[in-house]
């Protein structure tokens, strides 16, 4: 089956810990995207990807990190700079036009402890 | 700057009334605008798109949007509500003009009451 997979689906952090979230996807798209989901602020673009090993800071890219050193993979590191990482983490890829609709995974909930 | 807003934080619709849900946007080109659904702690799946042509789109589960370039409005739209509609709808634009990504409004909940 194609799609875009996210593990893991529940993640706990403790405090002054990097953590990373894995996004695969197997439907060749050229691009991905990492987004964060917080109650009443739908969702807010961390980093994205147009192509292998290139990627943009999105709206708010501070306290986190990305690669794309592989076209199905976008690894995304929750780094201690983080405040506040409690929040639902949304990865997508789409092809490379401007008309195609973005596939999400099914998100990683992250929680500090 | 690109932006989208979604007026209302939650719609509330009887089952098998006519829903709508609020989409306004701003681009500084044509725009790509799209609709996504969200149940309960899953990602969120596509529904509809407009590109080109026909104002009225048609998507998945019998919704559609209407596109209006004079009000820039992508209203969803379905006849006929189920309860098992009752999510969370995002819309989203692209400016072609602009960069690769998508911009999501805040998300409107709708409940469908049986």
């Known amino acids: 089956d194609g799609g875009i997979t996210q593990s893991p689906k529940y993640l706990f952090r403790k405090e002054g810990q990097n953590v990373t979230l894995s996004c695969e996807q197997n439907l060749n798209h050229d691009a991905m995207y990492w987004y964060r989901q917080d109650p009443g602020q739908g969702l807010r673009l961390i980093y994205y990807?147009?192509?292998?090993?290139?990627?943009q800071k999105g709206d708010i890219a501070e306290g986190y990190s990305v690669s794309r050193e592989k076209k199905e993979s976008f690894p995304l590191t929750v780094t201690s700079a983080q405040k506040n990482p409690t929040a639902f983490y949304l990865c997508?890829?789409?092809?490379?036009?401007?008309?195609?609709?973005?596939?999400f995974g099914q998100g990683t909930r992250l929680t500090v402890v | 700057a690109q932006s989208v807003a979604q007026p209302e934080d939650q719609v509330n619709v009887a089952e098998g009334n006519p829903l709508t849900v609020k989409c306004t946007y701003s681009v500084s080109g044509n725009p790509y605008l799209f609709w996504y659904v969200q149940y309960p702690n899953r990602g969120l799946q596509f529904l509809l798109k407009?590109?080109?042509?026909?104002?009225l789109v048609k998507g998945s589960y019998g919704f559609e949007a209407e596109f209006n370039k004079s009000q820039t409005s992508f209203h969803l739209k379905k006849p006929s509500a189920l309860v098992s509609d009752s999510a969370l709808y995002f819309c989203?634009?692209?400016?072609?003009?602009?960069?690769?990504?998508?911009?999501f409004g805040t998300g409107t909940r709708l409940k469908v009451l049986a």
């Open positions: 997508a890829s789409s092809l490379g036009q401007f008309n195609d609709e973005a596939f």
């Open positions: 990807s147009q192509i292998v090993n290139d990627f």
């Open positions: 407009y590109i080109t042509g026909d104002n």
């Open positions: 989203a634009v692209r400016d072609p003009g602009g960069t690769y990504k998508y911009i």
